[in-house]
Nanobody
Framework: QVQLAESGGGLVQAGGSLRLSCTASRSIFLYTMGWYRQAPGKQRELVAA???????NYADSVKGRFTISRDNAKNTVYLQMNSLQPEDTAVHYC??????????WGQGTQVTVSS
């Protein structure tokens, strides 16, 4: 079973930026990887995904503000988040996409955006 470790979250003001990282314990280069988030009282949602070939997709809510990237040699996936808004406040997780193929979920990393 692959272990996933997310990091890079924190508290930022609206309009600020954060870069999240997710490192896997084994190779992930064959798989589509995604960043998900779960806000209080809401279901976990997929916000960005990157295929093994580098194609990317984004939820409408983050398109143009978030960028997903991956370094397969380091088994690491990144999420650059710009122009953060209070509605981006959530615990952010990485995992395979779609979620039906997910590994066990990691602890996630909290992102809090103040207005």
């Amino acid at each position: 079973q692959v272990q996933l470790a997310e990091s890079g979250g924190g508290l930022v003001q609206a309009g600020g930026s954060l870069r999240l990282s997710c490192t896997a314990s084994r190779s992930i280069f064959l798989y589509t990887m995604g960043w998900y988030r779960q806000a209080p009282g809401k279901q976990r949602e997929l916000v960005a995904a990157a295929t093994s070939g580098g194609s990317t997709n984004y939820a409408d809510s983050v398109k143009g503000r978030f960028t997903i990237s991956r370094d397969n040699a380091k088994n690491t996936v990144y999420l650059q988040m710009n122009s953060l808004q209070p509605e981006d406040t959530a615990v952010h997780y990485c995992n395979r996409a779609p979620s039906t193929q997910a590994y066990s979920w990691g602890q996630g990393t909290q992102v809090t955006v103040s207005s």
